[in-house]
């Protein structure tokens, strides 16, 4: 109970609101935090679908390729052709901060300039299937990337949303409601205080008068 809690002095309301004052803010700034995070975690679970989609359609359509490119050529003439890739990737990481959380940047580059150099092999003596399902992989690469971004940021995301809906719910249902009700509390008693001294007073003043009177008798 706040009466256990706290001396109902003007300094103490005083505090009391100030940290009332101080919550408040902090709700609506949390609040609007948390609405913030959630409208971007929605737009990339919608775009972390199109993407798994995406992907997955064209590793199927890969894998469909390699099997028909295996069907048409021997496993040697495969083998060579795929021992040694001609392209090369490096890959850097960054972070970018959203609203607090600091999320994944990945920046692709190539050993040649001429990304689309993939073919290690000559078209002679291999099945065009295999340069189909070579192409579709390499396309699939950068979807790939961004569906890493884009996975990791939503953990990232919905971890930040959990931990400021903890917070919004602390303000709303414990500590603003407490200070609230200590701001009662001591005005209640501030009120009754000063209702009990003005009470005092005017029997302080009836007696002032009475023995007033009662001394102007006794000269009369």
Do not use: W
């Not at 803010?25 to 995070?37: A, M, P, S, V």
């Not at 961004?146 to 931990?163: G, H, N, P, Q, T």
């Not at 302080?204 to 008068?209: C, E, F, L, N």
Request: positive net charge; proline residues 2%.
């Amino acid at each position: 109970m706040a009466s256990t809690q706290i001396i109902p002095t003007r300094m103490e309301l005083a505090k009391q609101k100030r940290r009332l004052a101080t919550a408040m803010r902090g709700h609506k700034l949390l609040k609007d935090k948390r609405d913030e995070l959630m409208r971007q975690f929605l737009d990339l679970v919608r775009e972390n679908k199109t993407l798994r989609e995406s992907v997955e359609e064209k590793m199927r359509r890969a894998n469909a390729g390699f099997l028909m490119a295996r069907a048409a050529t021997s496993d040697q003439v495969l083998n060579t052709a795929l021992l040694a890739p001609k392209q090369q990737i490096y890959l850097e990481t960054h972070v970018k901060n959203v609203m607090s959380v600091e999320i994944p940047e990945f920046e692709k580059t190539t050993r040649t300039e001429n990304e689309g150099d993939i073919f290690s092999y000559g078209f002679a003596f291999t099945a065009s299937e295999l340069d189909d399902a070579v192409s579709t992989l390499s396309s699939a690469l950068p979807e790939l990337l961004r569906l890493a971004e884009v996975e990791k940021s939503c953990r990232l995301m919905s971890e930040e949303i959990e931990k400021t809906r903890r917070r919004v719910n602390a303000l709303e249902h414990q500590i603003i409601p407490d200070a609230q009700s200590k701001i009662k509390f001591i005005t209640m008693k501030l009120d009754e205080n000063e209702r009990s001294s003005q009470i005092r007073l005017m029997k302080i003043q009836d007696m002032m008068v009475a023995e007033a009177i009662e001394k102007a008798k006794q000269r009369g």
